[in-house]
């Protein structure tokens, strides 16, 4: 029978695959979408837990809370690539190794 | 009834995994985009699975169409050469930062599968639009209306920034 843990197990290959995108990836548009990728394994999670809680009845919170993720990753993407085309615009390059101005 | 969905739940979770390492391995941007797409879907069958029927819905409109409408408007304006896209260098960061992901993958992993599995009925409304609706206008109010600010803020924050001269 399918349950929780059979869920839970690819939200988190799936948050692993965009850890690993965020770390070792160097092109600003896939660390993104590896972002994207961590927020739906977030959300996947909320979902199998929404339906298979650990104790209890279901509850529909998890998916109220997965509504909102959805919005607040949709505010992040427009505002993120955002940034993007003017670090692009006044660098020339997306690389994020080469954008260090706040570091230095 | 049990067969079919653990069917379904293995055909769409392999298609979510598989596209999330497409996102990570592809040397085109474009095609790690597509590949997000492909994930996306499978995603919104998993939230089926889980009578998730609203969340699945959003999915596809949102994140399938929407979101990832805008990454490959953006992927295509920057239109980047191989030279900008860079070659992948393997350096003493990246196997840190792959030794990093995969222990904790491996940890969250092993943790998870020792959870028991639990049958649970769902009341038959679950997940609909009305249910998660009257949640949403109900307890979930005040965040449901600040979420509006924030994508006002969204909205004006991009154009700020994009636009450099106003």
Redesign the interface.
């Known amino acids: 029978m399918i349950g929780a843990p059979h869920f839970l197990v690819v939200a988190a290959l799936l948050f692993g695959l965009g850890l690993l995108g965020v770390l070792v990836r160097r092109n600003a548009l896939v660390v993104f979408m590896s972002i994207e990728l961590m927020l739906n394994a977030a959300n996947l999670t909320f979902l199998a837990f929404a339906r298979f809680p650990v104790r209890g009845r279901p509850s529909l919170d998890g998916h109220a809370i997965a509504f909102f993720v959805v919005a607040v990753a949709a505010a992040e993407a427009s505002v993120g690539l955002a940034v993007v085309i003017a670090a692009f615009r006044s660098r020339g390059s997306i690389n994020v190794d080469e954008l260090r101005a706040l570091r230095n | 009834m ?1 067969g079919t ?2 069917v379904l ?1 293995w055909i769409f ?1 392999v298609l ?2 598989a596209g ?2 497409g ?2 391995a ?1 040397k085109n ?1 474009v095609h ?2 597509m590949s ?1 797409v492909g ?2 879907f499978a ?1 919104a069958g ?2 089926l ?4 029927q ?2 699945a819905a ?2 596809v409109i ?2 399938a169409g ?2 990832m409408v ?2 490959l408007f ?2 295509m ?2 239109n ?1 050469t191989p030279a ?3 070659s992948p260098r393997f350096g003493v960061g ?1 196997v840190v ?2 030794l ?3 222990g ?2 491996a940890l ?2 092993s943790t ?9 009925p ?2 038959t409304d ?2 609909t639009v009305a ?2 609706g009257r ?2 206008y109900g ?2 109010t005040l ?1 449901f209306e600040a ?1 509006s600010v ?2 006002l ?3 004006v ?3 700020v ?2 636009k ?1 001269k106003i």
Do not use: H, M, N
């Open positions: 049990q969905v653990a739940f979770a979510a995994v999330g390492v996102v990570v592809a941007p790690g985009a997000l994930s996306f995603l998993l939230y699975l889980l009578d998730a609203l969340i959003l999915q949102v994140y929407a979101v805008l990454f953006v992927l304006l920057l980047l900008e896209l860079g990246k930062g792959a990093c992901a995969a904790v993958t969250v992993v998870l599968v020792a959870l028991p599995v639990r049958a649970t769902a009341a679950f997940g249910a998660v949640l949403l307890k979930f965040a979420t924030l994508l803020a969204a909205i924050g991009a154009v920034v994009a450099g």
